[in-house]
């Protein structure tokens, strides 16, 4: 193939292999890693703290969406979003840590998004689903 300036170059299978030799070890850093995964814990850190910072609205938190007891169960998710994210970042059962964010996120979901309590029941889950599908791409 030619390119600009009378350029050589070989298939798209040697550039592809040529891009991947030069990004393999800036993507495979342990540094860079690490960071990635905060970015992905950073919520449930961010929303852990906030709560243990601000006790009284995390209790009025699980009061709003109905949870009783309030105050255990405002314990339990701090405890689980910082636990479980510390799980990712430190490598240490991270798959458990994985896996305890996902299902404490479907099951946040599910309760505070009351689309079928709605008058407007199948417009919300319409919109739920599409949202859905937009995410899976």
Do not use: H
């Amino acid at each position: 193939m030619r390119l600009l300036g009378g350029v050589t170059m070989g298939s798209p299978d040697a550039l592809n292999a040529t891009v991947a030799t030069w990004l393999a070890p800036v993507f495979s850093a342990p540094a860079l890693r690490w960071i990635a995964l905060l970015f992905l814990c950073s919520a449930y850190l961010q929303g852990g703290l906030t709560k243990a910072f601000d006790f009284n609205a995390a209790i009025a938190e699980m009061k709003q969406f109905g949870l009783k007891p309030a105050a255990p169960l405002a314990v339990a998710v701090i405890a689980l979003e910082i636990g479980a994210s510390l799980l990712v970042l430190s490598g240490f059962f991270r798959w458990a840590g994985a896996l305890m964010l996902g299902g404490f996120t479907l099951s946040a979901t599910l309760l505070a998004n009351r689309f079928r309590d709605t008058p407007l029941r199948r417009y919300a889950t319409e919109i739920f689903v599409l949202r859905a599908s937009w995410s899976c791409r």
